[in-house]
Every structure is written in C-alpha cells, then in structure tokens.
C-alpha cells in the first residue's frame, strides 16, 4: 500500500488500541445500503471522511463493494461507494470510502458536521 493512502482501520479489540488513521465521529442515523442481494435499512454509529460503521443484519462479506445511502433531508440521498472491511453476524460492518468524487467529498465533510454526536 502507497504511504500517501491513508489506512483506515478497526479498534483492536483485544488491547481497545484505536487503530484508525482517521477517528470517526460517533452518529446515530437511520441509512439506506445496498448490494447485488437486495437494498437493506441500517443505522450508522460512526463515521469519517475515509469510512463508516452500519449496525445493520444484512449478508455482507469483507471485501463486498456496496452503496450506502446517506440522507440529506427532504428526501434527498447522497449515494456513497464502499468497501466492507470487516463485519460482524447479525450486528454490522464496517466500510471503507472508495473512488468519491471531490463534490462527494464535500457532501460527506457537511454531512459528518451536520450529523455527528460527540461534540
């Protein structure tokens, strides 16, 4: 891996060790996600400008690429390409931002502002 890409990766959680190159901010919103299986409700628990995490109990497997849809309001959605980079049975998975646009890009800094919990 190029060391100009930033890694985003999970808490170790043997050591509770945060691991991320980017902290996510903590949120609390229901999302829309969808793969070749069907299109799934969940609700985000945390998020960066690199990666999310979606409590979630549809089928995913690390690796899957998939759309996530963030909500702007008004019935507006901002479609989000990822990467699952880990998942856990029945609880939720963990996706890694790929090929965003720079608009996508501004969408999502607004987004997290607007959104996040731990202010």
Not at 36 to 64: K, M, N, P, Q, W
């Amino acid at each position: 891996m190029p060391n100009s890409t930033v890694r985003m990766t999970m808490t170790d959680r043997r050591s509770g060790f945060e691991r991320r190159a980017i902290i996510r901010s903590k949120a609390s919103l229901g999302v829309e996600w969808e793969n070749l299986a069907g299109r799934y409700s969940g609700t985000l628990s945390d998020i960066s400008e690199c990666g999310c995490f979606v409590l979630s109990s549809g089928e995913v497997s690390e690796g899957d690429t998939l759309k996530l849809f963030l909500p702007l309001g008004e019935g507006m959605k901002v479609q989000i390409l990822g990467e699952v980079k880990n998942h856990v049975f029945e609880i939720g998975f963990a996706l890694r931002f790929i090929g965003l646009s720079e608009a996508q890009k501004k969408v999502l800094r607004e987004f997290i502002a607007k959104n996040r919990l731990d202010d």
